[in-house]
C-alpha cells in the first residue's frame, strides 16, 4: 500500500469498492493508494452517489483516537430483510431517530440536549462485513473509505425512551442464530455512553461534512461485538422487553 493522495489511484480504490458493495465480493489492499482522512470521506460520498443511494438516511459514529470518526448507512430499512453474503456479520445496537436539526452553534448542545432532540430510540441491526480480502488492518482511511464496513441498517421495534438516561441498565442482550446462541449477556457499549458521539458530532459537525439533520438515525457502536452469520438464514436479536427477527435470503 502506498499511503500518498494520487487521483488515479483514488478513482481505482473508489472503483473497485463500489464493485466490491454490488457483488459480494472483496478486494485485496497490496498495491492500493491509500487516501488520507479526507480523501476517504470523498471516497465515501463518490460511493454513495455510484450505488444511488442518494443523501445518507443515517450514519455510524466512532470515537477513536481522541476523534470522532463516521460513516453514511448505506441503506436504512424497517424491513427486517436483507441478501446474505459471506463474511457478514452482525451488530446489535441502540437506532437514535432525530427529531430535529442539530446544527453545530457557540453554545454547546448538552447531552439533555440531544436526549430531547432523539425522537425515538429503537433496537438497530446494522450488517458489516469488510470489503477487503484481509480487512483494512490498521489503516483508518481505509476503513473510512468502505463506509467503516457498513452493508446497510434495519431499524426495528421502538425502545422505552428511558434507556437514553445517563448511566441506564439496558438488561440482557440475547442474539441467537437458529439454535445457535452468538450473545446472551449484558450489551456493553465501546464508549461507556451511546450518546457520546452524537454529542460530539452536534457539538463539532459531521466529521464528513455538515451536521446532523431531523430524521437522520444515527448509530454508535455495538452491544454485543460482531458475530458471523455463516449461512443465509435468520437470526433474532432481544433486547428491552422487544425483539427482532431477520432473514438474510440467499
Do not use: W
Request: net charge negative.
Amino acid at each position: 500500500m502506498t499511503d500518498i493522495n494520487d487521483a488515479a489511484g483514488t478513482t481505482k480504490l473508489t472503483d473497485q469498492l463500489s464493485q466490491a458493495m454490488r457483488d459480494g465480493q472483496t478486494i485485496g489492499t497490496e498495491g492500493l493508494v491509500v487516501p488520507d482522512v479526507s480523501g476517504a470521506y470523498a471516497i465515501q460520498a463518490d460511493i454513495l452517489n455510484r450505488l444511488g443511494a442518494g443523501a445518507p438516511k443515517g450514519y455510524k459514529f466512532s470515537l477513536r483516537d481522541g476523534g470522532l470518526y463516521g460513516a453514511p448507512l448505506i441503506f436504512v430499512s424497517t424491513v427486517p430483510e436483507s441478501p446474505f453474503c459471506a463474511g457478514i456479520k452482525v451488530e446489535i445496537e441502540l437506532a437514535l431517530t432525530l427529531g430535529r436539526d442539530l446544527p453545530p452553534r457557540s453554545h454547546p448542545y448538552s447531552r439533555q440536549d440531544i436526549v430531547d432532540a432523539i425522537e425515538s430510540v429503537a433496537i438497530g441491526v446494522e450488517l458489516v462485513r469488510s470489503r477487503y480480502t484481509q480487512g483494512p488492518g490498521s489503516s483508518l482511511p481505509l476503513l473510512l473509505s468502505d463506509m467503516m464496513s457498513n452493508v446497510g441498517y434495519i431499524v426495528g421495534p421502538a425502545l422505552d425512551r428511558a434507556l437514553l438516561a445517563e448511566g441506564a441498565d439496558l438488561g440482557t442482550l440475547v442474539l441467537t442464530n437458529g439454535e445457535t446462541v452468538l450473545f446472551d449477556g449484558a450489551p456493553r457499549h465501546p464508549d461507556g455512553d451511546p450518546l457520546a458521539a452524537v454529542i460530539a458530532a452536534a457539538n463539532g459537525g459531521l466529521p464528513m461534512g455538515g451536521h446532523l439533520t431531523k430524521g437522520a438515525v444515527v448509530t454508535t457502536g455495538t452491544l454485543c461485538g460482531a458475530p458471523a452469520i455463516p449461512a443465509a438464514s435468520d437470526f433474532t436479536a432481544s433486547l428491552g422487553g422487544q425483539s427482532i427477527t431477520v432473514t438474510l435470503t440467499a
